[in-house]
């Protein structure tokens, strides 16, 4: 069997493919069909968000329940990516990432289908759980297929796919909710399923670790399942109640203490979920924390970028989608750069790159008023877009390239899980941050745009709509009355925007740090790897 540098076994070349079949097993014609694949999940990343209104308006949610719309999902993919990516593995990656597109496409037209918030949820835990199942096994495609020297290109195409669905989302969904419904948003995803099904089904060529036999590691499963569930619902809860709270306080314990047990179990079970093996490669250990990290900053702004323009601002979601293309589109175009730099340079380069830019954004940004000109905002869009494509292929390449190909799957897992969690780290450790901020200051804000004291008093018990950049208007208040709460609830806003972004640029600049420690490293090897 061929080797590659890193020791692993050697994917196939680029014309190898199958006889009888045209395009069977082609590398390129499977990077297309996994493109498809992730489309229909950057898609989902945007569209519900934009679909949200719509949502609470038609099915008559509240605040909490309109967020377990998005949480739900997040819960159910946070904790099977990486079971799913060692089920690719050993189950096949072909057939896994297939199942996967089935599922999110009959997931998505469900909760199109659905009559009530509650089944829109439970459908969304089943999207979650198929979204688990194709995100780490288009990956492990992916390493399976290309060789060494081509994987860094095949990565970067492979996002500047999620970039593209990511930054044509907001628009779509903007338009299909103004011009159709909300349930269109979704039933966007059945044509796209249904094409990467037949393009799957025709070219992917299956693969699989053939060294995998024995009993399936269904304790670790549980395990880590288990404590990612504690992990990833402390922080949503912590988002909603802040840190200090009994229920984020008791699942971080439970987080820790399954965690500890899962390692243990890893070490002592013949075929381990997730061999620790993997973690004696430091540019895999810290590609994972630097993934973390790089999505802490980014995504959590995300969330705020978006509630200042729709609601400060007061653009629609069409007019907020087109205003963030600078951020968007430039990941398309960032993401093969990035592919190209890590080539050449390794992944260090980028990553460090990533990082600066991440923090010179956030920097930026929390210097913004309310009243800020676009002028202000876009030059700092187009560095969160570069930052986005350099963390992300970079740090992708770093974990998938240096994995044995026999656990790309698993690896992928890895990557997708780290995002993840880093995703909603960011939203709920800055979200607290901003709603803590707000309550400090809002009552000072309110009185000092003119709302009397006593009304400010009142509406100080507002800071959780104030926190979304919503003003607290009583209907039928006078208009030099509903004036002042406006401007004062968006002072108040800007001042916990602000200290988030401040918070999210000091964690990017201590970043670069690690970023620094990053090599061209090599993947352990066989038997390491199964340690």
């Given at each position: 069997m061929q080797t590659d540098t890193r020791g692993a076994p050697r994917a196939q070349t680029l014309d190898r493919v199958a006889p009888g079949r045209a395009g069977h097993g082609h590398p390129w014609l499977t990077l297309l069909a996994v493109a498809l694949g992730v489309m229909m999940v950057g898609l989902d990343a945007t569209v519900v968000t934009i679909a949200n209104p719509a949502i609470a308006k038609d099915l008559g949610a509240d605040l909490a329940g309109l967020?377990?719309?998005?949480?739900?999902?997040?819960?159910?993919?946070?904790?099977?990516?990486?079971?799913?990516?060692k089920i690719a593995d050993r189950f096949g990656r072909k057939r896994t990432f297939l199942a996967g597109v089935i599922g999110f496409a009959v997931a998505s037209v469900l909760i199109g289908a659905s009559g009530s918030l509650g089944m829109v949820i439970f459908w969304r835990v089943v999207q979650g759980f198929a979204g688990a199942l194709l995100q780490p096994a288009s990956l492990a495609l992916l390493r399976n297929t290309f060789p060494p020297e081509r994987l860094n290109a095949a990565i970067g195409i492979w996002g500047s796919?999620?970039?593209?669905?990511?930054?044509?989302?907001?628009?779509?969904?903007?338009?299909?909710?103004?011009?159709?419904?909300?349930?269109?948003?979704?039933?966007?995803?059945?044509?796209?399923?249904?094409?990467?099904?037949?393009?799957?089904?025709?070219?992917i060529r299956e693969s699989r670790d053939g060294s995998a036999g024995g009993a399936f590691d269904l304790s670790g499963v549980a395990l880590l399942s288990g404590s990612l569930f504690a992990l990833v619902w402390g922080l949503i809860k912590a988002g909603e109640d802040g840190f200090g709270a009994t229920v984020p306080l008791v699942s971080f314990a439970a987080a820790a203490v399954l965690g500890a047990v899962f390692v243990w179990n890893e070490l002592r079970v013949p075929h381990p979920l997730l061999p620790l093996g993997l973690f004696r490669s430091t540019a895999l250990s810290a590609a994972t924390g630097l993934i973390v990290l790089g999505f802490f900053g980014m995504f959590g702004t995300l969330f705020f970028i978006t509630l200042y323009l729709q609601q400060v601002h007061g653009m629609?979601?069409?007019?907020?989608?087109?205003?963030?293309?600078?951020?968007?589109?430039?990941?398309?175009?960032?993401s093969p750069i990035a592919g190209a730099l890590t080539s050449r340079f390794g992944p260090r380069l980028p990553l460090a790159l990533g990082m600066a830019f991440t923090a010179s954004a956030m920097f930026g940004l929390s210097r913004i008023g309310v009243d800020a000109a676009y002028v202000q905002l876009w030059p700092w869009f187009v560095l969160i877009g570069l930052a986005f494509g350099f963390v992300i292929v970079a740090g992708?390449?770093?974990?998938?390239?240096?994995?044995?190909?026999?656990?790309?799957?698993?690896?992928?897992?890895?990557?997708?899980?780290?995002?993840?969690?880093?995703?909603?780290?960011?939203?709920s450790v800055l979200g607290v941050l901003l709603s803590t901020r707000v309550g400090d200051v809002l009552f000072g804000r309110l009185t000092d745009a003119g709302v009397p004291g006593s009304a400010a008093q009142r509406l100080s018990g507002e800071g959780g709509l104030v926190s979304q950049g919503v003003a607290p208007v009583p209907p039928g208040s006078p208009e030099p009355v509903?004036?002042?709460?406006?401007?004062?609830?968006?002072?108040?806003?800007?001042?916990?925007?602000?200290?988030?972004?401040?918070?999210?640029?000091?964690?990017?600049?201590?970043?670069?740090?690690?970023?620094?420690?990053?090599?061209?490293?090599?993947?352990p090897v066989d038997g390491a790897a199964a340690a």
């Open positions: 967020q377990w719309v998005t949480n739900a999902y997040l819960l159910a993919l946070a904790v099977t990516l990486i079971p799913a990516g796919t999620v970039g593209i669905s990511i930054a044509g989302g907001p628009i779509v969904a903007g338009l299909l909710v103004e011009n159709v419904s909300w349930e269109s948003v979704f039933f966007l995803n059945a044509p796209l399923g249904l094409i990467a099904l037949a393009v799957g089904s025709w070219v629609s979601p069409v007019d907020a989608g087109v205003r963030m293309l600078p951020m968007t589109g430039v990941f398309i175009v960032a992708t390449e770093a974990i998938v390239g240096n994995a044995p190909a026999e656990l790309a799957g698993v690896a992928g897992g890895l990557q997708q899980t780290a995002s993840q969690i880093g995703g909603i780290l960011g939203t509903a004036e002042a709460i406006t401007t004062g609830s968006h002072l108040a806003f800007m001042d916990g925007f602000q200290t988030s972004l401040t918070v999210a640029g000091a964690v990017a600049l201590a970043a670069i740090l690690a970023a620094l420690l990053v090599r061209r490293g090599t993947s």
